[in-house]
């Protein structure tokens, strides 16, 4: 209802002015109306440049080029970086590891602590986090597939592709100047040890060369080159 007109010339025209807004108003019954319905649109929306949310999975999505198929690994997907690991990953980002460890905290997915070494037990302290699939979607021989990470790597004990994880939202940590350690190492989706993994394998490995147990599965894994999307999600039970 409008705001009471305050200045009517008498009392008479008040009541006038009041009895019309009765009569004009329509009654309940002509404003019933359907309730919103959700929108049946697709929530992906942008959240960076080469990084998108898809709120319907949900899922992080993540722009990616192929740049290694053959060779031991200590990571699954590098974020360019000051210090280089392309010699070591599979997958290349176009986003910084900070956006990534961004997002996946929008799509609800909480952050732990990375391996770390004890001094004082002289242990390797295990990770914590959310656990996570890591996936791969691309295109092959015209349609889209996805692949899990895991098929795109063989255990060297097995010369098997490795059986079938989740990674931890291990998140990272901050330097001592706050620089986000991933944004320097470029440990986005690693398979060893990092004290600076954004996501992380649930068990311990060493980074030690003579120790890596995980090496590129040439076959399943397109031509160096292939523009593909990284698919973070929360893992399912």
């Known amino acids: 209802?409008?705001?009471?007109?305050?200045h009517l010339g008498s009392a008479s025209a008040g009541v006038v002015g009041f009895a019309f807004v009765l009569l004009a108003a329509p009654s309940c019954s002509e404003h019933r109306t359907t309730a919103p319905q959700p929108s049946a649109a697709p929530r992906v929306v942008a959240f960076a440049p080469g990084?998108?949310?898809d709120y319907r999975v949900p899922q992080v999505e993540i722009d990616a080029e192929v740049i290694l198929r053959q060779?031991?690994?200590e990571l699954f997907a590098?974020?360019?970086?000051?210090?280089?690991k392309e010699?070591?990953?599979?997958?290349l980002l176009d986003v910084p590891a900070e956006t990534v460890y961004q997002a996946l905290g929008l799509i609800g997915l909480t952050p732990g602590s990375p391996p770390r070494y004890d001094p004082t037990t002289e242990t390797v302290l295990p990770p914590s986090g959310d656990a996570v699939d890591v996936l791969v979607r691309y295109e092959r021989g015209?349609?889209?597939v996805e692949s899990s990470a895991c098929d795109w790597m063989l255990d060297l004990a097995t010369r098997r592709p490795v059986a079938r994880m989740p990674w931890l939202f291990a998140g990272s940590?901050?330097?001592g100047d706050g620089t986000f350690a991933a944004n320097v190492e470029g440990t986005v989706v690693t398979v060893v040890d990092f004290d600076s993994a954004v996501l992380t394998p649930p068990a311990a490995h060493s980074s030690s060369d003579a120790e890596l147990w995980l090496?590129?599965?040439?076959?399943?894994?397109p031509p160096l080159g292939t523009r593909v999307t990284l698919l973070l999600r929360p893992a399912r039970p």
């Open 142 to 144: 015209g349609r889209t």
């Open 78 to 84: 590098y974020s360019k970086a000051p210090t280089p």
């Open 51 to 53: 990084i998108r949310l």
């Open 173 to 175: 940590r901050r330097l």
């Open 87 to 91: 010699h070591e990953s599979i997958l």
């Open 215 to 221: 090496a590129a599965n040439t076959e399943a894994i």
């Open 1 to 6: 209802m409008p705001a009471p007109v305050r």
């Open 71 to 73: 060779g031991a690994l």
